[in-house]
């Protein structure tokens, strides 16, 4: 943390993966099988890493780089064999998480999500529960309000971080102020965002990225908030 800064905050941005849960060894399960389904060997750690912070396509992409025709046959086992519900279960939650929002929200900060996921983003909130806590959600290639009903009945165009412009629509459809927003993230994509977005970023669990400032809880978040 950084000592003795505290802001006026409209909103709260989250990452997903490495901030909300701890979701390494999810995704390991997940690569590993689409990998080892196509024939190939396991991930190394720079793979794991790489899919770890990209959406599931990139993670393909990145996967299969030297064989377009392997790449097309694991996009197709992902889209007809892959059922993301059975791997969300693996996924950790935080700790103290749903105590930091719960008391986030009784301040009236507005929360979202900004995240690389993808289609399995609308199960996570489901099957954790999340839905009464967040305003708004942006995944890699829709937008989830959930004052729609159902949840996900409005999808929204997004390109995937560190591009700015999911953080632009949440502020926009939220109507808080750009310098008066977090973003709490873990990774260099996290940051690239934030700095792109002309948002404050909050680094989560990793002191190496470049902050206005660190947390290692979920609660400490709450000590960055100017009073009133």
Request: aromatic letters at 10%.
């Amino acid at each position: 943390m950084t000592e003795g800064k505290k802001w006026k905050v409209e909103c709260v941005i989250y990452d997903c993966d490495g901030v909300l849960f701890d979701s390494l060894g999810a995704n390991n399960r997940l690569y590993n099988h689409i990998a080892e389904s196509m024939g190939r060997g396991t991930l190394n750690d720079s793979e794991l890493h790489f899919c770890h912070t990209h959406t599931v396509y990139e993670s393909i992409a990145h996967l299969f780089r030297d064989d377009a025709g392997r790449e097309r046959q694991a996009l197709d086992f992902l889209k007809n064999h892959v059922d993301f519900k059975d791997y969300i279960v693996y996924l950790k939650m935080e700790p103290h998480l749903t105590d930091t929002l719960t008391r986030l929200k009784a301040k009236g900060i507005p929360l979202a999500i900004s995240t690389n996921r993808t289609t399995s983003m609308r199960h996570i909130m489901e099957r954790y529960n999340l839905w009464p806590y967040f305003d708004m959600v942006v995944t890699a290639l829709y937008a989830v309000n959930p004052a729609d009903e159902p949840p996900a009945g409005r999808m929204l165009q997004a390109k995937p971080k560190p591009d700015p412009e999911a953080v632009g629509k949440i502020i926009e459809t939220l109507g808080v102020r750009q310098d008066a927003t977090l973003y709490v993230g873990d990774s260099e994509i996290d940051m690239g965002t934030a700095r792109s977005s002309g948002v404050k970023f909050i680094s989560y669990k990793n002191t190496g990225l470049e902050a206005d400032g660190s947390i290692y809880d979920h609660l400490d978040l709450l000590d960055f908030l100017a009073d009133g």
